[in-house]
């Protein structure tokens, strides 16, 4: 079967730095996504590899490791608005979109 | 119009009722998707239309259909709701590059 793994629920401290690991088991990889989804809210669009290596975007940064079926999302300087949930996403051999359950975000000042 | 946008916001309907909830987009994308969103669930697909025409089935169908007579529009109807689809509906569409996908603000069904 298909899987996404990532944790449920992670806290930080505002201004730190957290990673939030995905690890995944699909039938083919064709990319991984992240997205950020505000409670209440639709989810939207953070990043996308296809490639192993870090993509970085501001505060944002994105690593994939496809022989380790492995992601993480690293956020930096971390704001308060930066509570949410955190979803991965891998398009398999279908190019259909397999989700995580995402990971709740809670951030202290 | 910009991007995508879904009505009704928020409905409580009965069990055994017809309901449609409606999806348009702007971005000429021609991929869209239906997706349900519970609790301590990822999201699920229902339905897609890879193009204006088509439309296949995703994860979890049953109970639900789509139609997709042209771009813009891809209609999601529960043709007898029962408590089970009670949930949060998010259409999304995408682009035909890395297929990214963009979501509409979602509709959020009580079935009674």
């Known amino acids: 079967g298909q899987n996404i793994d990532q944790p449920t629920e992670m806290t930080a401290t505002e201004g730190a730095i957290v990673q939030i690991n995905c690890t995944y088991q699909?039938?083919?990889?064709?990319?991984l996504f992240w997205y950020q989804q505000h409670a209440g809210e639709a989810p939207t669009f953070l990043s996308y590899n296809v490639l192993d290596g870090l993509e970085e975007k501001g505060r944002f940064s994105s690593f994939l490791s496809r022989s380790k079926g492995y992601s993480y999302l690293l956020l930096k300087e971390l704001q308060m608005k930066d509570s949410a949930s955190y979803l991965c996403a891998v398009k398999d051999s279908n190019y259909q979109l397999i989700w995580g359950a995402g990971t709740k975000l809670i951030i202290k000042p | 119009i910009a991007g995508i946008t879904q009505a009704p916001t928020s409905q409580i309907l009965a069990a055994g009722r017809r309901m449609t909830l409606r999806c348009t987009q702007d971005m000429r994308h021609n991929a869209m998707y239906w997706y349900r969103q519970d609790l301590g669930l990822g999201l699920r697909l229902i339905h897609y239309?890879?193009?204006?025409?088509?439309?296949g089935k995703g994860e979890v169908p049953d109970g639900y259909s789509v139609s997709r007579a042209n771009t813009d529009d891809f209609p999601l109807t529960l043709a007898s709701a029962v408590p089970s689809q009670t949930s949060v509906y998010f259409c999304?569409?995408?682009?035909?590059?890395?297929?990214?996908?963009?979501f509409g603000p979602g509709t959020r069904l009580t079935v009674l």
């Open positions: 239309s890879n193009t204006a025409g088509t439309t």
């Open positions: 999304a569409s995408s682009d035909g590059e890395s297929d990214t996908q963009y």
């Open positions: 699909t039938s083919g990889f064709n990319g």
